[in-house]
């Protein structure tokens, strides 16, 4: 290839038999290659719960190179997928039964289509990885199948080129690969749409808000450190007085920009995330606002309107970068979008850090 | 469901269809249904649905199409803009 490709990469090895989902070994011309099965088990399926809350995430991997999937013989499909534990896992999942080889990337425990987007899951990787795993002695035919996601790294014509295989590229969702496979490879239009259904909103929430809430809980403990060393009462009651309501604020943006607006997205007015977001926010801030209204009386029109701005471009933030998440924004959509959007969003935060502020020594 | 749409205008994607040689790739790898066949020839029929990701581009062997392809991530593009390089997500 073009590139000067790493030290080690293309050297023949086979990935240990001694990872935890490892149910055997099957002798092939190249070596003992390591069976999974296609059933998951609370092992597997606690992991996937874990990195859902973003513990560990960086490290549910799996050994890169060749697997054999159920009894695979020299004939047997060839399915391609990343070193992400959770993708390896929903592949076997989905081909339970079949007999198949599947060779992993090693794309750094990323999934595959970000690990596209990155280029790890990329022509230069496959063709090592066929190399390395000696595939050309392992089966007698010459094709891989590869998910459709992962063309945004994968050229077709350069892999057959440089490693005489031909690809194939397979459904979006591997829940369709089974009908794939029986319709000769052949995708209906259909399964080469990617959408983004409740459900997948749904258990990217987690994540989303544990990040945001790494980036908003330093701001809240100085808020409230703030409040209670200012204002002339007791520290721990000028926290509760001063102090708790911005918090409840940056907690109710954070809630408005990773739960609502994700759940919500076709339903929310507006096509730029951080609107969403920020009209999530601005919706979330009156509900609890009228709910709590008898205790909002002790306090200036400063500080409540110094909590809205907090809310509102809190929120609006984290709408925003639920869009690295979405699978339908563009990179240029995003640039224009921060472009006018993250003006707006410091200012009001700087404003409604600068009114809270000034409500603590005017209250 | 109500349909998801982002921003109208905003994507890069070109295309030149004197260059195509009517392999149908581009209609096989994009999710989101961009390009057609038509007479044998690729067409765009949903430009406003390209999220830039940049399969079609990869996989077109005579580089008819062109897109600036890239992760729309909050954290990549921030760090674009002040110029540093760094991990997008």
């Not at chain 1, 102090?243 to 739960?259: E, N, S």
């Not at chain 2, 066949?37 to 649905?49: G, H, L, Q, S, T």
Request: with cysteine; net charge neutral; charged share 15%.
């Amino acid at each position: 290839m073009a590139k000067p490709v790493p030290e080690g990469a293309g050297v023949f090895r086979l990935p240990s038999a001694k990872q935890s989902f490892v149910l055997d070994t099957l002798l092939t011309p190249v070596g003992a290659v390591p069976v999974v099965g296609g059933e998951l088990v609370w092992r597997d399926l606690f992991g996937h719960y874990r990195v859902r809350w973003n513990i560990g995430r960086d490290r549910f991997t799996v050994e890169p190179g060749l697997y054999a999937l159920g009894a695979p013989d020299n004939n047997s499909h060839v399915m391609v997928t990343a070193n992400y534990k959770m993708s390896f896992d929903f592949l076997r999942r989905a081909l339970s039964g079949s007999d198949v080889w599947i060779l992993v990337l090693d794309t750094k425990g990323v999934n595959v289509w970000c690990a596209a987007g990155e280029g790890t899951f990329g022509t230069e990787e496959l063709v090592d990885r066929i190399q390395a795993s000696r595939l050309q002695e392992v089966v007698s035919h010459r094709r891989l199948i590869v998910p459709q996601l992962g063309a945004t790294g994968v050229a077709a014509f350069e892999v057959k080129k440089y490693s005489g295989f031909s690809v194939c590229y397979g459904p979006v969702m591997v829940r369709d690969l089974p009908s794939f496979l029986e319709n000769k490879c052949r995708a209906t239009p259909e399964m080469r749409i990617k959408r983004f259904p409740f459900k997948e909103r749904l258990v990217l929430i987690p994540v989303d808000s544990m990040q945001a809430l790494k980036q908003g809980l330093p701001v809240i403990f100085a808020l409230l450190l703030l409040a209670g060393f200012t204002g002339g009462l007791p520290f721990l009651e000028g926290m509760r007085s001063y102090g708790f309501p911005p918090a409840f604020a940056i907690l109710t943006g954070i809630a408005a920009g990773t739960i609502v607006t994700p759940l919500l997205l076709p339903w929310i007015p507006g096509r730029a995330f951080s609107f969403k977001g920020g009209f999530c926010g601005l919706v979330l801030f009156i509900l609890l606002y009228i709910s709590f209204s008898s205790s909002t009386l002790n306090y200036s029109v400063l500080a409540q309107f110094s909590w809205l701005l907090m809310t509102l471009t809190v929120s609006s933030w984290f709408g925003m970068a639920f869009t690295g998440a979405s699978t339908y924004t563009s990179l240029n959509g995003v640039r224009k979008e921060m472009l006018r959007a993250m003006p707006v969003q410091f200012a009001g935060m700087l404003t409604g850090i600068a009114f809270w502020t000034a409500s603590l020594w005017m209250d | 469901m109500a349909e998801l749409r982002y921003l109208e205008d905003v994507v890069t994607l070109e295309y030149d269809q004197d260059k195509c040689i009517g392999c149908t790739m581009c209609t096989i790898v994009c999710p989101h249904g961009v390009f057609q066949m038509e007479a044998k020839k690729a067409v765009i029929v949903a430009r406003n649905v390209c999220m830039e990701c940049g399969a079609c581009m990869r996989n077109c062997p005579t580089g008819a199409i062109a897109v600036e392809a890239g992760e729309g991530c909050v954290r990549g593009i921030i760090n674009d803009f002040l110029g540093i390089e760094g991990p997008c997500c």
